[in-house]
C-alpha cells in the first residue's frame, strides 16, 4: 500500500456522485496518501449540480465543465478519461482515486495499474462487479456516511451489471489465515490483510461492524487473535475450526489409496 506521502489524484464524477459524500471522501482518501488534484467533472450549467456548487469551494475542488452536446451520451466520462491519462503521462503522481458507480469507468482503472498506478475506488453499494475487480481497493460510500441509507433507492435498467453481494465473511478469513500461516498455524496481522486487500478489493471492516481489522478478527469465535507474544499481532484458527479440513485431507488420503 502506498504511504501517507503518496500524491494521489481524486476525479469525481459529479453527475454520478451525491455532493454529501464528498467531505467523507477526501478524508478516506487522506488516509491512503496526499490528494495533491480534486476535480470534479460535469456540467455546471445543469440544475442536476446545484448541490455541488456550495461543496466544491468548502473543499477546495476544482470544477471541470463538460458541456453534454449529445443528447445520451455521457461526455463527463470521457472528460475524466482523457484528464486522467494526461495526468499519468506528466508523472506527478503515485495513484488515482475515482469516485464514481458507473461501469465505464473500468477499463480506466485497469489501465492506470497496467502503468503502475494505485487505483482506489469509491462508490455506492450499486457499483458494478466489473469496477470493484478493477480496483486495487474499493470503498463502498455507505460505508462513509451515515446518512446514505436515507437516500431514495435508485431502480435500474433490467441490462445494468447486478452489484456484488457482501462477500462471506467466514470463508474470507479463512482463506486468508489458511494462506499465510506458518507451520505452528499463527498468521501475522499484516500479513493477513494483505491477502485479504490483494484477494477482495471491497472487503472493509467497517461493512462487519468494526472500524479495524484487529477488532473484526478478535470479534470472531473461531479465530485465536495473539497480542502479547511478540508484540506484532497475530491470527490463527481455533482447533475446532480446522477439524473439517483436516478431515477433508483425510478423506484425500484414503481415496488415493483406495
Same mark, same amino acid.
Given at each position: 500500500?502506498? @504511504? *501517507?506521502?503518496? &500524491? %494521489? !489524484?481524486?476525479?469525481?464524477?459529479?453527475?454520478?456522485?451525491?455532493?454529501?459524500?464528498? #467531505?467523507?471522501?477526501?478524508?478516506?482518501?487522506?488516509?491512503?496518501?496526499?490528494?495533491?488534484?480534486?476535480?470534479?467533472?460535469?456540467?455546471?450549467?445543469?440544475?442536476?449540480?446545484?448541490?455541488?456548487?456550495?461543496?466544491?469551494?468548502?473543499?477546495?475542488?476544482?470544477?471541470?465543465?463538460?458541456?453534454?452536446?449529445?443528447?445520451?451520451?455521457?461526455?463527463?466520462?470521457?472528460?475524466?478519461?482523457?484528464?486522467?491519462?494526461?495526468?499519468?503521462?506528466?508523472?506527478?503522481?503515485?495513484?488515482?482515486?475515482?469516485?464514481?458507480?458507473? @461501469? *465505464?469507468?473500468? &477499463? %480506466? !482503472?485497469?489501465?492506470?495499474?497496467?502503468?503502475?498506478?494505485?487505483?482506489?475506488?469509491? #462508490?455506492?453499494?450499486?457499483?458494478?462487479?466489473?469496477?470493484?475487480?478493477?480496483?486495487?481497493?474499493?470503498?463502498?460510500?455507505?460505508?462513509?456516511?451515515?446518512?446514505?441509507?436515507?437516500?431514495?433507492?435508485?431502480?435500474?435498467?433490467?441490462?445494468?451489471?447486478?452489484?456484488?453481494?457482501?462477500?462471506?465473511?467466514?470463508?474470507?478469513?479463512?482463506?486468508?489465515?489458511?494462506?499465510?500461516?506458518?507451520?505452528?498455524?499463527?498468521?501475522?496481522?499484516?500479513?493477513?490483510?494483505?491477502?485479504?486487500?490483494?484477494?477482495?478489493?471491497?472487503? *472493509?471492516?467497517?461493512?462487519?461492524?468494526?472500524?479495524?481489522?484487529?477488532?473484526?478478527?478478535?470479534?470472531?469465535?473461531?479465530?485465536?487473535?495473539?497480542?502479547?507474544?511478540?508484540?506484532?499481532?497475530?491470527?490463527?484458527?481455533?482447533?475446532?475450526?480446522?477439524?473439517?479440513?483436516?478431515?477433508?485431507?483425510?478423506?484425500?488420503?484414503?481415496?488415493?489409496?483406495?
Amino acid at each position: 500500500m502506498p @504511504s *501517507d506521502s503518496s &500524491r %494521489l !489524484a481524486v476525479l469525481i464524477d459529479a453527475d454520478n456522485t451525491s455532493p454529501k459524500h464528498a #467531505g467523507a471522501v477526501l478524508r478516506e482518501v487522506a488516509r491512503y496518501g496526499l490528494p495533491t488534484v480534486k476535480r470534479a467533472y460535469g456540467d455546471w450549467t445543469t440544475q442536476n449540480l446545484v448541490g455541488w456548487k456550495n461543496t466544491l469551494p468548502q473543499h477546495a475542488i476544482q470544477p471541470v465543465q463538460q458541456f453534454a452536446n449529445t443528447s445520451g451520451k455521457n461526455s463527463t466520462d470521457s472528460a475524466m478519461i482523457i484528464d486522467a491519462m494526461d495526468l499519468l503521462y506528466a508523472g506527478h503522481l503515485d495513484g488515482f482515486a475515482i469516485v464514481s458507480s458507473d @461501469s *465505464d469507468f473500468t &477499463r %480506466l !482503472a485497469t489501465r492506470l495499474r497496467e502503468s503502475g498506478m494505485t487505483v482506489y475506488g469509491l #462508490g455506492e453499494r450499486k457499483t458494478p462487479a466489473s469496477l470493484v475487480a478493477a480496483c486495487d481497493r474499493f470503498i463502498y460510500l455507505e460505508l462513509l456516511t451515515s446518512d446514505a441509507k436515507d437516500e431514495e433507492p435508485v431502480e435500474e435498467p433490467d441490462d445494468v451489471e447486478s452489484p456484488p453481494r457482501r462477500p462471506d465473511l467466514r470463508r474470507i478469513l479463512v482463506a486468508a489465515i489458511d494462506n499465510t500461516a506458518h507451520e505452528d498455524g499463527w498468521a501475522s496481522l499484516g500479513a493477513v490483510g494483505s491477502y485479504i486487500s490483494a484477494n477482495n478489493p471491497s472487503f *472493509d471492516a467497517r461493512d462487519y461492524g468494526s472500524p479495524r481489522l484487529g477488532a473484526l478478527l478478535s470479534a470472531q469465535d473461531f479465530l485465536e487473535v495473539d497480542l502479547s507474544a511478540t508484540g506484532q499481532a497475530r491470527v490463527r484458527l481455533k482447533a475446532a475450526a480446522q477439524v473439517p479440513a483436516k478431515k477433508a485431507s483425510t478423506r484425500k488420503r484414503a481415496a488415493k489409496k483406495a
